[in-house]
């Protein structure tokens, strides 16, 4: 089974920040690798999906860049609404989701 | 517009077997709608997601490796759901169950998977006597 890592587990930051979350594929996954965005009490929202395709509606601040098993994803300047967790899931070979990671405000 | 919505117990006792329904509207799990699917996600308390499985329109079925002896998903087109059922329920199990859609997308070289682009709203189920 493909195992993912994410980095780091917590980002304290402050609006306007630039943030950039990491995530790692046990093997290579190609593009095959997807962001989602939680908050508390909401379910899961897709944000960018084969590594760098933003999925419609999310805003341009956000971006994912990488292939193979290395993979970022980048909050350009961070808004109030951006605070939540985000989690990596790679879709290479069935489906498995990183650890996630909580951004958090400064 | 797509919608989802899980439904079932809110609580299960140790050993039992869990059903829970996905009922959707905008769009069809039929033969005739390719590229169309429905996975099963679920999350304990404070934890990460952790996948289930997946039902395709052409009934092709994908299963988590270290949950798929104890899972069966299955659809009902005419009634426009899908049904998840797990079976030896353990207090481990307790989470938030989500269903959501799942769509193919492509590369250039024509290669596909699919993502879990739109969610329900969740169900969290407890297990315990």
């Known amino acids: 089974d493909i195992q993912m890592t994410q980095s780091p587990s917590f980002v304290s930051a402050s609006v306007g920040d630039r943030v950039n979350i990491t995530c790692r594929a046990s093997?290579?996954?190609?593009?095959?690798l997807a962001w989602f965005q939680q908050k508390p009490g909401e379910a899961p929202k897709l944000l960018i999906y084969?590594?760098?395709t933003l999925q419609s509606g999310v805003p341009s601040r956000f971006s994912g860049s990488g292939s193979g098993t290395d993979f970022t994803l980048t909050i350009s300047s961070l808004q109030p609404e951006d605070f939540a967790t985000y989690y990596c899931q790679q879709g290479n070979t069935l489906f498995t989701f990183g650890p996630g990671t909580k951004v958090e405000i400064k | 517009q797509i919608t989802l919505k899980e439904s079932g117990p809110t609580l299960v006792k140790p050993t039992q077997t869990l059903t829970l329904t996905c009922t959707f509207s905008g769009f069809s799990l039929s033969t005739s709608d390719s590229g169309v699917g429905v996975g099963w996600i679920r999350q304990p308390p404070g934890k990460a997601l952790e996948w289930l499985g997946n039902?395709?329109?052409?009934?092709?079925?994908r299963y988590s490796s270290s949950l798929k002896r104890r899972l069966t998903i299955t659809k009902d087109t005419s009634k426009n759901q899908v049904v998840l059922t797990m079976t030896n329920m353990d207090p481990v199990d307790t989470a938030t169950y989500y269903c959501?859609?799942?769509?193919?997308?492509?590369?250039?070289?024509?290669?596909?998977?699919?993502?879990?682009?739109?969610w329900g709203q969740g169900t969290m189920v407890t297990v315990s006597s």
């Open positions: 093997q290579g996954i190609s593009s095959w």
């Open positions: 084969a590594a760098s």
């Open positions: 039902i395709y329109w052409d009934d092709d079925k």
């Open positions: 959501a859609h799942s769509l193919y997308y492509y590369d250039s070289r024509g290669n596909y998977r699919d993502a879990l682009d739109i």
